[in-house]
Every structure is written in C-alpha cells, then in structure tokens.
C-alpha cells in the first residue's frame, strides 16, 4: 500500500532539510527521508521496518513515550518533543520532533508524521554558552586583577576590587567610579571630566587602557591601571573594567626615566624593534619606537601587555628561550612569530641577553621582522624544488630519448649486416652461374 507521504512529490520530501518520518502506532518506521537517514548513519532502508523506540537514550525514553501515547490515545499533536536518537555508531544526536496523527478512511490512526530537526549543534551551542559562563564567573572571582561591571553605577565586582579598594561589596554596588576617585587627577585634570570621556569612549565601541588614580574607602591614594571594555550582558551593552595596583610598576618606570639618556639613543635609531622583559612576571618593562611601528601598539599599550600576549602562538617555546638565555646569558632564534595589534603574525629573529635593570635581572630582546626573508626562502624553495622538478623530468625525457636511439642503432646495424649478407649471397650465386 502506498503510503500517505508518496501522494505528494517525493523529490521535494527528499530534498528537505527537515527529518520526515513515518511512524507506525506500535513505533515501527514505514518511511524515512534522506537526510534523516544520512544524519543518524543509516540508509533509509536499515531504518524502516525497526522500532523508533529502540533508537531513544534511555533518559530521554519515558517523556517521548508520553508524547506518542498522548497522540495515539487522546489525539493530541507532539510539539517540540526533544529527545536523543542513537545514530549507527553509537553516538547520539539531539532532536526535537512535532508530530501529527494521519487517520485513515475507517477514522482510525494509520501512522504518525513525524518532522523534526537535528538541534545537537544548537544544543552544544547553549552548553558551550553555559560552561563559558561558568569559566568567566570563575575568571571573574578568581582573577588577580579587580575586574567591575557597569552600568549607570557598578552592578558587580569580585573580591579582589574590594581588596584593592580597602571596602566590602556593599560599598562598591550601585556607587561610580568618582565615589573612588579623588576630585582631581595627578595630571590636573577633573575626575568628573576624565571619566565621562574614557567612559563614552568605551561604551561607543573603542577599549580604553589608562592611568588612573583611586581613592581607598580609607582615603588614601592608590596608583591604578584601568582597561575598559565595552560586553554584551543580561540583554545589553554594559562597561567592563579591569583595574591593577601598579604602584611597583611605576617605580620601575621612574627608574627607567632616570636612565633614559643611557638607552634613549639606540632605542630611538635602532633598526631592531628593542624589548627589555620581566619574564618571571611576564611582563614588558621598555620597548623602542621600533617595536611600536612594528608591532601597531602605542608605548603604553606594550607596556601594559604580558609577553605572551605578543607570542600568543608560542607560549612555552618563548619561555622555554627566555630560559635557555637565562642560562646561557645568550640566545638567538628565528624560530618564532610575534602577533601585531591587528592581528596580523610576523616571522622574527631574536637575538636575546640577560641583563641586569635597575636591580631586578631581566631580558633585552633585539627583534627584526623577517618575514620578507622567510617568503623569500620560501619563494627559493618552490623554485628550488621547480627546477629539482624540470632536472627529473628533463632525465627522464632524454634516458627515453637515449633507450629509443639505442633501439634504433641496434635496427641500424642490424640492417646493415642483413645487407651485407644479401650482398654476399648475391656474388655467390653470380659465380655459380658463371
């Protein structure tokens, strides 16, 4: 008997994206399309005749038994029935199935029509979405940075925002970044004025990285580096602030200013981008204008990145130079890539030295960009192995070549002697006749 789907165009049913199936009152497949098939690992074929039940995970079996039972005992259509199928090899893919009783010419169910849709991607999306949710709020409470959310005033902050502000959660929640600053800044200008600016500025799509100074609950000063963000959240755009006692830091920066007049000409004429790292805290104490042109970042955007952050893609091979140099007091390389402010990666060689700055022992790092020269050996490469290429084939050409005039020297000389032989035949006929 033909069965209720083949009274429309079957090309068309096999040609959606939807799961089609139907599915008899006792849970036997009578038809199912293509991509239902390809989707769980079977052929049409090796489904229909089997149990639709036998194919569900067993957690996901009494509420789609429910659905069906509704549907064959009161009539009632499945809508959004989400289950898991067990496909050929074992795995399972996510479905969500709306079903229709299709009834016969007697009144009673002749099968189910099932349409449903493969969620298993949609589904790994929301769990994926759940555990990056899960990952940020423990980033967000465990990192050592105080990281805000804002909107008109702060909505959260973890603990380490309390710390560094000397108050508790309580203080912070539903107050503004000026309930913590001073009237005014170091550099004379208004708090009030600074703020709203660096503020717009975030919110309007551009990340801000500054100084600033806060106030403790206490009153007293403290020295802070802020980055601002601009995330979606709880339906909308709020700020996301990052901010890091760098009070040490800038000690070290006074220090460095102090030895400018030392430093200042190689870095300012250098053709090298300069970099003198703080490896064990990760950290970018000095670059030259090079390495800024080089690289795309301001000076204080260098400053304010950890040394990973410019060798993303090499993590452990840059620490494992940065220690070899420790060691050696030396190294060089041209093993590895730096990642500029676009995003864009550069082939580097580094030619590295221990030295000691400012009583802390440190890394200068001499970069050059040589990525024109690794696509240049690269260039030579493909020619070289073009030309190895054309030699073979050229060999190969002339050894066939050679084979055939062998063979025709061997026709040759073979003629020859067949002529001759003729020729002495002949004489030796003409002297008998004679």
């Not at 040609?15 to 036997?28: K, S």
């Not at 007293?220 to 601009?230: A, W």
């Not at 339906?235 to 400018?260: C, F, H, K």
């Amino acid at each position: 008997m033909a069965t209720e789907l083949e009274k429309y165009d079957r090309k068309l049913i096999e040609r959606m994206h939807e799961f089609i199936a139907e599915v008899l009152p006792d849970g036997t497949f009578r038809y199912v399309n293509r991509i239902f098939a390809e989707d769980s690992g079977y052929t049409p074929e090796a489904l229909v005749g089997t149990n639709f039940f036998s194919y569900i995970h067993p957690d996901d079996y009494p509420e789609t038994l429910r659905h069906c039972e509704n549907l064959i005992n009161k009539g009632m259509s499945i809508r959004n029935c989400e289950y898991r199928f067990k496909k050929k090899d074992a795995s399972y893919i996510q479905i969500i199935t709306n079903g229709e009783p299709l009834i016969d010419s007697e009144g009673k169910l002749e099968v189910i029509l099932q349409v449903s849709f493969n969620i298993t991607k949609q589904k790994q999306a929301e769990e994926d979405l759940r555990e990056s949710e899960e990952r940020y709020r423990t980033l967000f409470e465990c990192a050592s940075e105080g990281f805000l959310l804002m909107k008109e005033s702060f909505i959260d902050c973890n603990e380490q925002v309390c710390t560094l502000w000397g108050c508790s959660r309580e203080d912070v929640i539903g107050h503004t970044p000026l309930d913590f600053s001073p009237v005014m800044q170091p550099d004379g200008r208004p708090s009030a004025e600074a703020a709203k600016e660096r503020i717009s500025a975030t919110m309007a799509g551009k990340p801000q990285v500054f100084y600033w100074q806060h106030v403790r609950k206490d009153g007293s000063p403290i020295d802070m580096e802020v980055s601002l963000s601009r995330i979606f959240f709880g339906g909308g755009y709020v700020l996301q602030g990052s901010i890091r006692d760098i009070t040490e830091r800038m000690r070290v920066e006074a220090a460095l200013y102090e030895s400018e007049k030392r430093f200042r000409t190689i870095f300012d004429h250098s053709n090298d981008a300069i970099f003198v790292i703080d490896p064990e805290q990760d950290e970018i104490l000095e670059v030259s204008p090079k390495a800024c042109d080089m690289l795309g970042f301001t000076k204080e955007e260098l400053l304010s990145r950890r040394i990973s952050e410019i060798h993303p893609d090499e993590v452990f091979e840059m620490k494992a130079f940065v220690q070899s140099v420790f060691e050696e007091g030396t190294g060089y390389t041209d093993k590895l890539t730096c990642r500029t402010k676009e995003g864009q990666i550069l082939s580097a060689s580094l030619s590295a030295s221990k030295i000691n700055f400012y009583e802390k022992t440190c890394i200068l790092i001499m970069t050059r960009d040589i990525t024109a020269r690794k696509q240049a050996e690269k260039i030579t490469q493909k020619y070289s192995e073009k030309l190895e290429e054309d030699v073979r084939k050229r060999t190969e050409e002339l050894e066939g070549k050679n084979k055939e005039l062998q063979r025709f020297n061997k026709l040759f000389v073979g003629r020859e002697l067949r002529i001759k032989e003729l020729k002495e035949k002949v004489k030796e006929l003409e002297r008998k006749i004679e």
